[in-house]
């Protein structure tokens, strides 16, 4: 619920009025928590399950899976689930609904990337029977599944696969880099480095990713649009910039790599850049330094 509450926030300024549903099994209400307006309501519901919702629907985003290693290493079924059944269930909803339809896929869809940056006609590098499967081969058939609905029974569908996204109302130590790495800077404690940390990424700030989301969602693209940000760096180069901006006296320290790690990951955004007008706005710094006193504040929540 950490990019879906900032796209609540984001629908509910351009003026739609906005369903959101979530069984909560990563996400917390406490990101919605901020939004008290008459135009917002919440299910709690697994979306694997039928969905009946009333009246006139004129989109719906799906974006429902868990999506950090852990919690996917964690709930692999549930992950296959949503990613296979939820599309399903969703994609059955937008035909009865003639709502137009979009899915956020992700760039594990590459899978361990033999090319660098990535277009999106990249077919992608993915063991489907490692740690990384149950996700990774989730989404490939949930876009494939998005693209049959689209041609057989001519669902306005869109694809958007997201890159390394992050910012406020990450789930604190969730397993993923940043809310691994922020903490740990802002409690002085080492920063766990895995492998020899020269493994990339490149990471995008959240409002940035939001208003890919929906630029894509309000244009005529069927096929699937990267959104990330270009700016690749090594995770050791990203730890001691998390160090600097935090002005904290952390170590780093080495653990071992998981298996199937993605060794490079940058997005190739020429698509988004020439369909949609799109590039990210915020840098790394800036980016950081919202997230950093979001985690702050976060962590000092938990200690009183
Ligand atoms: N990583 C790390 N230390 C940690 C958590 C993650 O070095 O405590 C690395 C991880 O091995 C990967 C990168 O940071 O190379 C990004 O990991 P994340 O789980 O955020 O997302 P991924 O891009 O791998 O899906």
Known sequence: MFIGSHLCDKLLDKGHEVICIDNLITGCVENIDHIRHERFKFYKHD?????????????????????????????????????????????????????RYL????????GDPLINPQPEDYWGNVNPVGPRGVYDEAKRFAEAMVMAY????????????????????????????????????????????????????SFCYISDTVEGIYRLMLADVHEPVNIGNPNEMTILEFAQRIIEITGSKSKIIFQPLPQD????????????KN???WQPKIGLEEGLKRTIEWFRERIKKENK
């Open 150 to 201: 689209h041609n057989y029974h001519k669902i306005d569908t869109r694809i958007v696969r997201l890159f390394n996204t992050f910012g406020e109302r990450m789930r604190l130590n969730d397993g993923r880099v940043v809310p691994v790495f922020i903490p740990q800077a802002l409690k002085g404690e080492p920063l766990t480095v895995f492998g020899d940390g020269s493994q990339t990424r």
């Open 103 to 110: 899915l956020t896929s992700t760039s594990e869809v590459y």
């Open 261 to 272: 790690d993605p060794k490079q990951r940058r997005p190739d955004i020429s698509k988004a």
């Open 47 to 99: 979306v694997t399950e039928f969905i009946y919702v009333d009246g006139e629907i004129d989109f719906i985003l799906h974006l429902a899976s868990p999506a950090s290693p852990i919690d996917y290493l964690q709930l692999p079924i549930q992950t296959l689930k949503v990613g296979a059944l939820g599309t399903h269930k969703t994609l059955g909803l937008a035909r009865v609904k003639k709502a």
């Open 275 to 277: 369909l949609l007008d």
